[in-house]
């Protein structure tokens, strides 16, 4: 038995999974954490990482090396994302994450963060065309999928911190502010040349930001289980819908909002507005979430090397 542990460090939260596999490639997920650590937090223009988030970083990462370190013949994979790959003192960040904790984190670009999306997806849900947008804390990936196989990536540097902090108001927001985090992100937009591709196709959300719009709607709609949002699907009507809702709300309003996490809901607004306009930009009716992302695309990397050595052996 072997115990897979991928750590994920994103820009808003970090997170792990424990997964067994057994000798025949069977495997279960044992762990599942998360911790919000708003890496990115007041990055500003200079990209440098504050010591508050770091130390709340390297809170989270102890407490999962006490799960992680009684383990027997295990693997660790741990992956950092937008925060770390833009920050000017990343190495730095990562020379104390090995000395204190002993802890290798690779800093993986986003075109590898969007290729293990897809792994991630296609593994687990039953797509054959679509696009895949990945919103995180620091950056969103977009990804086209045709006939099941990936056809186009990219990474953008926005996401829901980035775009709340240097666009939007964190209580009540302004009309004018709206105006231009949208126009900035359209514009973004307009310079992926091979986005019209993706017109009509059905979105698949993946991210924090996107899985909480399933999660209020759940929640609305008196869902028993609303975390499990993979296969969940929403029309365009009720993200806008949503989305318009929040806009009426300041902090204390949306720190309510059934299926919003407290912690979420200063950048919940930036962290939409990705989403949002892409089903507008490319008239999509329907948006179908997935709980699998990142983690399960690096599992399922792992699955098929595991099973690529067999194969070489026998």
């Given at each position: 038995?072997?115990?897979?542990?991928v750590?994920?460090?994103?820009?808003?939260?970090v997170?792990?999974?424990?997964?067994?596999?057994?000798?025949?490639?069977?495997?279960?997920?044992v762990?599942?954490?998360?911790?919000?650590?708003?890496?990115?937090?007041n990055?500003?223009?200079?990209?440098?990482?504050?010591?508050a988030?770091?130390?709340?970083?390297?809170?989270?990462?102890?407490?999962?090396?006490?799960?992680?370190?009684p383990?027997?013949?295990?693997?660790?994979?741990?992956?950092?994302?937008?925060?770390?790959?833009?920050?000017?003192?990343?190495?730095?960040?990562?020379?104390?994450?090995k000395?204190?904790?002993?802890?290798?984190?690779?800093?993986?670009?986003?075109?590898?963060?969007?290729r293990?999306?897809?792994?991630?997806?296609?593994?687990?849900?039953?797509?054959?065309?679509?696009l895949?947008?990945?919103?995180?804390?620091g950056?969103?990936?977009?990804?086209?999928v045709?006939?099941?196989?990936?056809?186009?990536?990219?990474?953008?540097?926005?996401?829901?911190?980035?775009?709340?902090?240097?666009?939007?108001?964190?209580?009540k927001?302004?009309?004018?502010?709206?105006?231009?985090?949208?126009t900035?992100?359209?514009n973004?937009?307009?310079?992926?040349?091979?986005?019209?591709?993706?017109?009509?196709?059905?979105?698949?959300?993946?991210?924090?930001?996107?899985?909480?719009?399933?999660?209020?709607?759940?929640?609305?709609?008196?869902f028993?289980?609303?975390?499990?949002?993979?296969?969940?699907?929403?029309?365009?009507a009720?993200c806008?819908?949503?989305?318009?809702?929040l806009?009426?709300?300041?902090?204390?309003?949306?720190?309510?909002?059934p299926?919003?996490?407290?912690e979420r809901?200063?950048?919940?607004?930036?962290?939409?507005?990705?989403?949002?306009l892409?089903?507008?930009?490319?008239?999509s009716?329907?948006?179908?979430?997935?709980?699998?992302?990142?983690?399960?695309g690096?599992?399922?990397?792992?699955?098929?090397?595991?099973?690529?050595?067999?194969?070489?052996?026998?």
């Open positions: 038995m072997k115990n897979l542990v750590i994920d460090l994103g820009s808003n939260s997170r792990m999974t424990v997964t067994e596999i057994d000798a025949h490639g069977h495997f279960k997920t762990h599942e954490l998360k911790r919000y650590v708003r890496l990115s937090e990055m500003g223009t200079e990209k440098v990482l504050q010591a988030a770091i130390d709340r970083t390297m809170d989270a990462l102890t407490e999962f090396k006490a799960i992680y370190d383990l027997k013949n295990r693997k660790i994979i741990a992956v950092a994302t937008a925060a770390v790959r833009q920050a000017k003192n990343q190495k730095a960040f990562l020379k104390r994450v000395e204190e904790l002993d802890l290798t984190l690779t800093v993986i670009s986003g075109a590898a963060e969007a293990y999306d897809y792994l991630g997806v296609v593994n687990t849900l039953p797509m054959v065309n679509g895949i947008v990945d919103t995180g804390g950056s969103s990936e977009l990804v086209l045709q006939n099941q196989q990936l056809k186009h990536v990219v990474s953008i540097p926005l996401g829901s911190v980035t775009l709340s902090q240097n666009y939007l108001e964190s209580d927001v302004a009309a004018d502010s709206l105006f231009s985090a949208m900035f992100v359209n973004v937009f307009n310079d992926i040349w091979w986005l019209r591709e993706a017109t009509n196709l059905p979105i698949i959300g993946l991210g924090g930001a996107n899985r909480t719009l399933a999660k209020i709607n759940r929640r609305k709609k008196n028993l289980n609303v975390e499990d949002v993979h296969g969940y699907k929403l029309t365009a009720d806008y819908a949503t989305l318009t809702n806009l009426g709300l300041d902090l204390a309003g949306r720190k309510k909002v299926g919003l996490s407290k809901a200063d950048i919940i607004i930036g962290g939409l507005i990705p989403v949002i892409l089903m507008r930009l490319l008239d009716q329907q948006i179908t979430f997935s709980n699998a992302g990142l983690r399960d690096i599992l399922h990397d792992y699955l098929n090397q595991l099973e690529m050595v067999e194969t070489k052996q026998g």
